[in-house]
């Protein structure tokens, strides 16, 4: 038996990895258990803890571990061959997984822990350099079994649909797409926003958020129209004059398109920014034009449930991560064992908080 004592000879990546690959063989560390963590196995063998994590993620990408946030590897197979396409993977878009956590906190790790409630590993493959045949040639050298995506590339989508691979696309909406979605509820949100600054006693209220663009789909429309349909539900109205909708642009256009509209003489009293980076705009904004928020304007804002309250300056939508990627992997395992389903679109519910 292969024990992970103080060996000192073996000290590569590759002899740590083939220590581990033994020790799960022959039952030492059992399907279920946790291996030893990252630092107590690079104490034993000499290691670097980089090295460590290296060995590790080969076994990962093999299927023999998976990573669990916060708790570390544990065993799927032990001493058994795995699963041809047990693995997922999440497709990271060509914009980076640095962008990807920023954006949406946590989520890596809360679809690593969905998938791994199933015994499955999720690994990360695409990203930043990778174009659509170098991802899919990823997909097919880790013989996945299914993939999450977030992108809306027609290129992409139709090299992974060439594999034959089960796909699901997160927080990506298109009527083109051909694939299960799973997004938030934004036409839910804009209904909430509207319905809350009409309760106000809000007259003139402005909607701040994004062009529809391609990588987007219809996700601005979704939102938009929930705006819409909810002041007029409630007795008010969103003319076009007060739908402030921006493209491509940066935090300082952002900023200075909202100061024009709030400098006008009709200046709207709530704001409705269903995007965070348009509700810190909105903010700033008004504080440079020393309005006070809360006072002489209300701004409803966009937020992850994850972000600490004490983040929240305003009113806001809130989503959580946990119940997308919950639901990604539900359905995803679902097309898996039933490809000719109908596809459809899942929303994520959403709700309103108060500071």
């Known amino acids: ?34 291996l030893p963590g990252t630092r107590e196995l690079a104490r034993r063998h000499d290691m670097g803890p980089r090295s460590v994590r290296n060995a590790l993620r080969a076994l990962e990408e093999d299927a023999l571990i998976s990573a669990e946030p916060r708790r570390g590897y544990r065993v799927l197979k032990a001493g058994k061959s795995v699963e041809t396409g047990a693995a997922l993977a999440f497709v990271v878009p060509r914009r980076g997984s640095a962008e990807i956590r920023t954006a949406y906190p946590g989520l890596l790790d809360q679809l690593q822990r969905a998938a791994g409630a199933g015994g499955r590993p999720l690994l990360a493959l695409g990203g930043m350099d990778a174009g659509a ?7 097919k050298s880790h013989h996945v079994g299914g993939a999450i995506v977030n992108s809306y590339d027609p290129a992409l989508i139709a090299a992974i649909g060439a594999l034959g ?17 799973v ?15 009409a309760e106000k006693g809000h007259e003139r209220i402005a909607y701040f958020g994004r ?24 007795g008010g109205n969103i003319p076009p004059e007060m739908r402030l909708l921006t ?20 200046r709207p009293t709530g704001v409705i920014a269903l995007w965070a980076e348009h509700a810190e705009a909105a903010r700033l904004a008004a504080a440079e034009l020393g309005l006070e928020v809360g006072r002489d304007l209300e701004i409803v804002g966009w937020q992850t449930k994850s972000a600490s309250a004490s983040e929240a300056t305003c009113p806001r939508i809130v989503w959580s ?8 992997v539900s359905r995803l ?15 994520i519910p959403v709700q309103l908080e108060l500071s």
């Open 1 to 34: 038996m292969a024990r992970l004592s103080n060996e000192v000879a073996q000290r590569t990546v590759e002899g740590l990895e083939e220590l581990l690959r033994s020790a799960i063989a022959s039952g030492e560390y059992a399907e279920g258990q946790l």
């Open 165 to 181: 691979v089960p796909m699901v696309a997160i927080d990506v909406w298109h009527r083109e797409l051909g694939t299960d979605s």
């Open 133 to 139: 045949d170098q991802t899919a040639g990823q997909l």
């Open 247 to 266: 493209s491509g642009d940066t935090s300082e256009d952002r900023q200075e398109a909202i100061e024009r509209l709030l400098r006008s003489e009709n």
């Open 183 to 197: 997004i938030q509820d934004g036409f839910g949100g804009g209904y909430l926003a509207a319905e809350y600054l």
């Open 321 to 328: 991560v946990a119940e997308m990627a919950e639901m990604a």
């Open 333 to 347: 395992e679902q097309r898996r064992a039933n490809p000719n389903m109908p596809v459809t679109v899942s929303k």
């Open 211 to 234: 062009k529809v663009r391609c990588e987007l789909g219809l996700l601005a429309a979704d939102r938009l129209g929930g705006a819409l349909s909810g002041a007029v539900q409630f």
